[in-house]
């Protein structure tokens, strides 16, 4: 466990490096707050879902590495992720079922999110814990202009069209987030189906 404490401090520095000094200009929200953000909700869902200890530093590795693929390419970027993964963690010996572990949560967040364990399930919560908090529009202008600076958007009017698309599709997997996100994730929607409306 010491070993894996070590690679975590390790691995922290890599990933805010990395994000700080490699990611997109247009990376408005794929960014080393978001993931920071990711990590430390991720942890503290997983106290809330009761996940097994010594999955937590597995869980945490997964959360720091799951936008760096971003650094390669924002195409299919969970899998550039895990080829960053692989090539950061693979000095350390890690177990390769951990490595498995890692790459199978990062993939896991890509939408639509598949989950197939409680790991996963954590961690693709985490990932869009912010659509149920208090700070959603704020965190949504960075993915907003992100996307615009790409010309995938063009105003607002198709950005909340995508947003009311989104969470009527989308679901939270724990306990946790249902119980603390879901509620306001659903004010949200109902808000911007009004905003729709409103111009219509």
Same mark, same amino acid.
């Given at each position: 466990?010491?070993?894996?404490?070590?690679?975590?401090?390790?691995?922290?520095?890599?990933?805010?490096?990395?994000?700080?000094?490699?990611?997109?200009?247009?990376?408005?929200?794929?960014?080393l &707050?978001?993931? =920071?953000?990711? @990590? !430390?909700t991720?942890?503290?869902?997983?106290?809330?879902?009761?996940?097994?200890? #010594?999955? *937590?530093?597995?869980?945490?590795?997964?959360?720091?590495?799951?936008?760096?693929?971003?650094?390669?390419?924002?195409?299919?970027?969970?899998?550039?992720?895990?080829?960053?993964?692989?090539d950061?963690?693979?000095?350390?010996?890690?177990?390769?079922?951990?490595?498995?572990?890692?790459?199978?949560?990062?993939?896991a967040t890509?939408?639509?999110?598949?989950?197939?364990?409680?790991? &996963?399930?954590? =961690?693709?919560? @985490? !990932?869009?814990?912010?659509?149920?908090?208090?700070?959603?529009?704020?965190?949504? #202008?960075? *993915?907003?202009?992100?996307?615009k600076?790409?010309?995938?958007?063009?105003?607002?009017?198709?950005?909340?069209?995508?947003?009311?698309?989104?969470?009527?599709?989308?679901?939270?997997?724990?306990?946790?987030?249902?119980?603390?996100?879901?509620?306001?994730?659903?004010?949200?929607?109902?808000?911007?189906?009004?905003?729709l409306?409103?111009?219509?």
């Open positions: 466990m010491l070993i894996i404490m070590e690679l975590l401090k390790i691995l922290d520095y890599r990933v805010k490096h990395l994000l700080e000094n490699r990611l997109p200009v247009c990376c408005f929200y794929h960014s &707050e978001h993931t =920071l953000d990711v @990590a !430390d991720a942890l503290k869902i997983a106290e809330h879902e009761q996940l097994p200890p #010594e999955q *937590l530093p597995v869980l945490k590795m997964a959360a720091l590495l799951h936008d760096t693929g971003f650094v390669r390419s924002s195409t299919f970027h969970e899998i550039n992720s895990c080829f960053v993964a692989y950061v963690l693979q000095p350390y010996a890690l177990s390769q079922e951990n490595m498995d572990a890692i790459c199978s949560a990062i993939l890509r939408i639509p999110q598949r989950p197939t364990n409680l790991l &996963e399930k954590i =961690l693709c919560d @985490a !990932d869009l814990d912010y659509l149920g908090r208090d700070d959603f529009y704020v965190i949504g #202008e960075r *993915l907003f202009q992100e996307l600076c790409n010309k995938v958007l063009r105003n607002r009017k198709q950005w909340n069209t995508l947003q009311v698309s989104f969470l009527k599709q989308h679901h939270y997997f724990t306990q946790y987030s249902n119980t603390y996100r879901e509620p306001q994730k659903q004010r949200y929607l109902f808000e911007l189906e009004q905003w409306l409103n111009h219509a």
